[in-house]
């Protein structure tokens, strides 16, 4: 098994929304899910997790990821654990009692294949930008009137 296939497996079988739920206290909203981002002082709900796309980002501090990459950014701030990719994976199988054999986990891991979904993720920074300049022109015009 070549490690996007691996990728995939694991996250068409887990939730985002439980993974992320068991460390983080999440509202839904809409089709989406919101919560206090873990990864910097928030006070606000700006961690938005996208049970659809199965990835989770802030809109605060700009963290995106899979549910793999959220275990490994996860690990290392709040438990100061510094995980490989493997590790984090392992730790993702672990938690969720995921029956997959990562003993064939090739040791290179290319960044193609954890990211998955670049395009998705900057259509998400880039709607986010959109609606920023937005609100800022509107604030902006109002001033001038």
Known sequence: ?????????????????DLIGENVPLVQKGRNYF????????????LVV??????????????TGNVISFVQKYEKQVNGNDLSINQAIAKVVEICNLNIDISKLKDKIYLHDIIGGIGYIVGIFGLWALIRASKMTRAS?????
């Not at 015009?141 to 009137?145: G, M, T």
């Open 1 to 17: 098994m070549n490690n996007q296939n691996l990728f995939n497996e694991i996250r068409e079988k887990i939730d985002i929304v």
């Open 35 to 46: 919560g206090v981002c873990p990864f910097h002082n928030d006070n606000n709900p700006s």
């Open 50 to 63: 996208h049970p659809k796309k199965n990835i989770a980002t802030c809109f605060s501090c700009g963290v």
């Open 141 to 145: 015009q109002s001033k001038e009137r």
